[in-house]
């Protein structure tokens, strides 16, 4: 099926929702280098970009982590959850405009982010000029999680102790994530092992692509 559309009529565009730290980009990467697509791209990025462009006195909401946007905002711990939207919102602008491109270029992509939440891209605009595949990432199991956050503090630059300081606003988003994937249909890939998951997310691919029909193999 795949081989079948290394020369689409409309490209392919896998987008992987998820909290910070649940493994969204290395999974990104891997499936793109297994399926040959090389434009793979993070909602971090539009993100940087939008901070250079926008001070943080008018937009405060993209000037933060997705965990801690609600102090940005002035507002208390409780307000985790309306300051990740506020972010998102803003940045899906960002991401609206990476999959306007793909379609543009017809060229297939991955994208990956923490701002990539069911609900705040309408997907059915893109259903005549695309093939739009949504996947929610998560860790369902708390210790595995953890344990991946304490992992990096020790091993890598990336600021693994910032994550292990907001482990309960870093819970609380990936709950709201999959209350929301359940809500609007997005299959959820639990990423426990990076090996089963990049299967499950080429398998999903796949599949999606063989339901439309033109696909078939004979």
């Known amino acids: 099926i795949w081989r079948r559309f290394q020369e689409p009529d409309r490209p392919v565009i896998l987008l992987l929702g998820g909290t910070a730290g ?27 970009i939008m ?11 993209i000037h933060a982590s997705s965990y801690d946007a609600n102090r940005a905002l ?11 939207l ?27 982010g923490v701002s990539i939440v069911p609900g705040l891209i309408d997907l059915a605009a893109y259903a005549e000029n695309a093939h739009v595949i949504f996947l929610v990432v998560a860790t369902l199991d708390e210790r ?12 890598s630059h990336r600021p693994g102790h910032r994550y292990l ?3 309960d606003a870093i819970l609380k988003i990936q709950d709201h ?26 398998k999903h691919v796949t599949e999606t692509l063989r339901k439309t029909g033109r696909f078939d193999v004979q």
């Open 22 to 48: 649940s493994g969204k980009t290395s999974l990104a990467l891997e499936v793109g280098h297994r399926l040959g697509i090389h434009r793979v791209l993070s909602t971090d990025a539009i993100r940087q």
């Open 51 to 61: 901070r250079i462009m926008l001070s943080p006195e008018l937009v405060p909401a």
């Open 74 to 84: 002035g507002r208390g711990e409780d307000a985790v959850i309306e300051g990740f």
């Open 86 to 112: 506020a972010q998102a919102s803003i940045v899906s602008v960002g991401v609206r405009a990476m999959l306007d491109r793909a379609v543009a270029e017809n060229s297939s992509q991955i994208l990956d």
């Open 144 to 155: 595995s999680f953890r344990a991946r956050f304490e992992s990096r503090a020790r091993t």
């Open 165 to 167: 300081e907001h482990f």
């Open 177 to 202: 994530f999959l209350e929301l994937a359940d809500r609007h249909d997005i299959p959820i890939v639990d990423n426990d092992s990076i090996d089963v998951s990049v299967l499950s997310i080429i």
